[in-house]
Nanobody, 115 residues
Framework: QVQFVESGGGLVQPGGSLRLSCATS????????WGWYRQVPGKERDIVAA???????HYQDSVKGRFAISRDNAKNTIDLQMSSLTHEETAVYYC?????????WGQGTQVTVYS
């Protein structure tokens, strides 16, 4: 059974940085592209950043130049380094394959940008 455990969220002021981490288990990790998604109440979960099997990147336009996704095939983890955060990026952040291959999601990690 695949499991995702997201961590690293918290409170941060506008312009601040956070590093999120996702620990996965139960999947053939290296065979997939992986992504970070975010969701605010009342809206759909959207892709923020993704990394392919070969290490190519995909970013939502609004985060280009500020977010960096990485993967560790030995540890089965995906990280998201976020900088210059804005209020609009307050959300719960999740990881999953890209595109989504698993119906189950982790609990997510809350990122709150406040001033």
């Amino acid at each position: 059974q695949v499991q995702f455990v997201e961590s690293g969220g918290g409170l941060v002021q506008p312009g601040g940085s956070l590093r999120l981490s996702c620990a996965t288990s139960g999947s053939n990790f290296s065979a997939y592209a992986w992504g970070w998604y975010r969701q605010v109440p009342g809206k759909e979960r959207d892709i923020v950043a993704a990394i392919t099997r070969g290490g190519r990147f995909h970013y939502q336009d609004s985060v280009k130049g500020r977010f960096a996704i990485s993967r560790d095939n030995a540890k089965n983890t995906i990280d998201l380094q976020m900088s210059s955060l804005t209020h609009e990026e307050t959300a719960v952040y999740y990881c999953n394959t890209w595109p989504v291959a698993y119906d189950s999601w982790g609990q997510g990690t809350q990122v709150t940008v406040y001033s």
